[in-house]
C-alpha cells in the first residue's frame, strides 16, 4: 500500500480531467453501457435538480495522517491544501443564514486543520440541528494535542461519523494501513467512555462501512447488526448506527479498479445494481459541498473531480441559496456509485 | 462463438433463459429469489450454503458470484474457506462410505 498521494506520486488519476476522460470512454463509448445521463432520462429524473438544501458539507482540506487504499479525496500527510480562517469565517457567515439542518464537517482529516477547534466552537453556536465532524478515529490516538478530542466533541454536542471498514483486523488493516484497526479501536472505546454511541446517549457515534475491494455493500442493517455483534462481543464497543457506502470509481479507489484490473466489472456491477428510487434521494438533491478553498460543488465527489457547480453563484463568498437551488445537477458516470441497489451517500442508504 | 466451455461474461446472460422458456425460467426465477430471502436462516448462513455447494458442484458461475455475495455480506474468508471445507468434507465422506460397500464385496467374494 503507497504512503503517498496520486498527486504526490505524480500519478495520472491526479488529474482530474484524466479521470473523467477514463469515465466516459470504454464500456460507455462504445454503448455496451447506458450513461448516467440516459439512464435517468429513462425515468424523466434528467436534468437532475437540487431539492430543499438540507445539508452543508464543507470540506476543511485534504490533509490526513492516514492514506487509505480506497481514499476518493486522494488525501495524506502529504497534502497541504487546507481551509484558512478568512474562509472558515465566510462559511460561518453562510452556516449562520443557511436553512440546511445539518452541517457536516469531512476532509481529510478536519482535525488536523489548525483552526478546527476555533471553527467548531464558533459553528456549534449557529443554530444548526445536526452538527457531525467526520473524524477517522485514528487521529484521535495519533498525537498528544489530539488525544482530549473526544471530551472536546462532547462539549460541543459534535455528533461523530467514523470511518471504519470492518470488525476484523486484516481487512480494515489492508485498507486503510497497518495499526489502523487497534487505534480505532482504541479511539471507539475512548469516545464510549465520555458516553459517545451508548444506548439512548445523546452523543451521536455512527460508523461508516466502505467495502475493502471491488464489489458492493450489502445489506446496511444486516452489516449493523454483525458489526454491533463482534466489537460489543469482542471489545465492548457501542456506536448506534452504521453507514453503508459504496466506493465510487474516482481517484485512489479509480486507479484500485484500473490496476488490479476490476474496472469494467465494476462499472457493469453499478449499472446493473442501478436503482431509479435511490436517484429520488441521491445526497447531491438535498447537499451543497464546500472546499478547502471555498468553492461550491454538488456533492463531495464532484468536487475531488472538480465539478464545480453549474450556478452563477459558484464561491462562498458570493453564497445566495435562492440561486443555488436553482441549478441543474453536474452528472457523470462516477453518479452510479451513488444509485446502486438501496444508494448511498455519506448518510448511507436512500432506498 | 466462443473457444472456450466457460465465460465470465456469461453469469450476466443467465436471465437470458427465459427467452426460450418464458414460463419455465420465471418460475425457476422465482424460487430461486425465494430460496434465499432470509428465513429459518439468514440470508448470511444461506449465502455460505451456497458457496460450499458451488465448489461441490464446481460451478464456476456459482463460486464467483457467492464469493462475491459474500464479500458483499461482510463474510471473512476464514468463513468461506471453512464452507468450502464442509463441502470438501461431505464430498469426500460421500467417496469414502463407498468404501464400505467395496469392502463388503470383497469380504462376499473372498474365501
Keep these: ?351 | 462463438m466462443s473457444k472456450t466451455y466457460y465465460d465470465p461474461a456469461d453469469l450476466r446472460k443467465f436471465g437470458n433463459i427465459t427467452d426460450w422458456n418464458e414460463e419455465l425460467g420465471n418460475k425457476f426465477f422465482d424460487y430461486y429469489g425465494k430460496v434465499f430471502e432470509e428465513g429459518a436462516l439468514t440470508a448470511r448462513e444461506k449465502s455460505l450454503i451456497a458457496l460450499a455447494v458451488a465448489h461441490t458442484e464446481q460451478c464456476p458461475y456459482c463460486i464467483d458470484a457467492y464469493t462475491k455475495d459474500g464479500l458483499q455480506r461482510g463474510i471473512t474468508k476464514e468463513e468461506m474457506m471453512e464452507a468450502v471445507h464442509v463441502g470438501a468434507a461431505i464430498k469426500s465422506g460421500a467417496t469414502l462410505v463407498h468404501g464400505v460397500q467395496m469392502m463388503n464385496k470383497v469380504n462376499k467374494l473372498e474365501m
Design chain 1, 1 to 351: 500500500m503507497s504512503k503517498k498521494s496520486l498527486l504526490a506520486r505524480n500519478n495520472d488519476l491526479a488529474n482530474t480531467e484524466r479521470q473523467l476522460e477514463i469515465l466516459s470512454n470504454g464500456q460507455f463509448a462504445n454503448g455496451e453501457l447506458p450513461t448516467f445521463a440516459k439512464k435517468i432520462a429513462i425515468t424523466n429524473q434528467f436534468p437532475l435538480r437540487p431539492k430543499k438544501l438540507e445539508i452543508l458539507q464543507i470540506n476543511l482540506g485534504y490533509m490526513c495522517n492516514q492514506v487509505c487504499a480506497h481514499c476518493h479525496v486522494d488525501a495524506g500527510p502529504d497534502r497541504k491544501e487546507i481551509m484558512t480562517k478568512e474562509t472558515m469565517q465566510e462559511c460561518l457567515d453562510v452556516i449562520k443564514k443557511t436553512g440546511a439542518h445539518t452541517l457536516d464537517l469531512t476532509g481529510g482529516a478536519p482535525e488536523m486543520n489548525p483552526n478546527f477547534r476555533w471553527f467548531v466552537e464558533e459553528a456549534s453556536t449557529a443554530g444548526i440541528n445536526d452538527f457531525i465532524v467526520r473524524s477517522n478515529l485514528t487521529i484521535i490516538r495519533a498525537n498528544k494535542k489530539y488525544h482530549d478530542l473526544p471530551t472536546f466533541f462532547k462539549k460541543h454536542k459534535v455528533h461523530v461519523v467514523s470511518s471504519m471498514p470492518h470488525w476484523t483486523r486484516g481487512k480494515t488493516d489492508k485498507q486503510r494501513g497497518n495499526g489502523v484497526f487497534d487505534k480505532s479501536i482504541k479511539a471507539l472505546q475512548e469516545l464510549n467512555a465520555v458516553g459517545y454511541g451508548m444506548p439512548y446517549s445523546p452523543l451521536k457515534l455512527d460508523l461508516v462501512y466502505n467495502p475493502s475491494g471491488a464489489f458492493l455493500p450489502g445489506d446496511q442493517l444486516a452489516l449493523e447488526n454483525d458489526f454491533k455483534k463482534a466489537l460489543k462481543n469482542e471489545f465492548n464497543i457501542n456506536f448506534h448506527h452504521l453507514f453503508a457506502i459504496t466506493n465510487l470509481p474516482i481517484s485512489r479507489f479509480l486507479d484500485y479498479l484500473i490496476a488490479s484490473e476490476n474496472y469494467e466489472d465494476y462499472m457493469i456491477s453499478l449499472v446493473e445494481a442501478y436503482n431509479s428510487e435511490a436517484v429520488k434521494n441521491v445526497m447531491c438533491t438535498n447537499t451543497l459541498s464546500v472546499s478547502w478553498d471555498g468553492w461550491l460543488y454538488d456533492c463531495d465527489f464532484n468536487q475531488m473531480l472538480n465539478l464545480k457547480v453549474a450556478s452563477k453563484v459558484q464561491h462562498i463568498s458570493e453564497y445566495n441559496e435562492e440561486l443555488l437551488q436553482n441549478r441543474n445537477i453536474i452528472i457523470n458516470q462516477h453518479c452510479y456509485g451513488c444509485t446502486a441497489g438501496s444508494g448511498s451517500s455519506c448518510q448511507g442508504v436512500v432506498a
